[in-house]
């Protein structure tokens, strides 16, 4: 039997939640092929990794993953992402929200090169939510032949 590749992991179509610490029973575990165990197992170190040093600045509540890395693509080359804040943010020295900034910035290709991970919504807090929210919720929710649910797996940092 093939599998439909685009297909997602989180089959129900709903918000998934889950620990850092389950990384690998949701995105490497499913898979049998070697190389594709070894190259989602680097994925989510790498990932992990992104998510400490974000985590470290206490001002994302969650983390919303989608994409490719979420569905049954083999050999996805990044981990998508959407930041939330769902309280005020956290007041940072100049310094600091540089670099908090810089971890977050959407599209960024250190970020993509170095942790495998793409922010594609670097923080959405307030009214944001609302608007990026049911655009993830929404138009991700379904697979691209807009029928099959295609669920969001979401890590709460705070």
Not at 134 to 149: H, L
Request: charged share 30%; hydrophobic share 35%; net charge positive.
């Amino acid at each position: 039997m093939q599998v439909n590749v685009r297909k997602s992991l989180n089959s129900k179509g709903r918000c998934c939640e889950i620990k850092i610490d389950e990384l690998e029973d949701y995105f490497v575990k499913p898979f049998s092929d070697v190389q594709s165990r070894q190259k989602r197992l680097e994925l989510c170190n790498d990932f992990r990794e992104w998510l400490k040093l974000v985590s470290r600045y206490e001002v994302i509540s969650e983390i919303w993953i989608n994409g490719l890395f979420a569905t049954h693509e083999m050999m996805p080359k990044y981990v998508e992402v959407a930041c939330v804040a769902y309280s005020n943010r956290k007041l940072l020295s100049n310094e600091s929200q540089k670099e908090f900034n810089h971890l977050i910035k959407e599209k960024n290709w250190y970020i993509i090169r170095k942790y495998h991970c793409s922010v594609e919504v670097g923080l959405m807090f307030g009214d944001y939510i609302e608007k990026y929210g049911k655009y993830w919720f929404g138009d991700f929710k379904y697979d691209d032949s807009g029928g099959k649910p295609n669920g969001i797996f979401k890590i709460t940092l705070l």
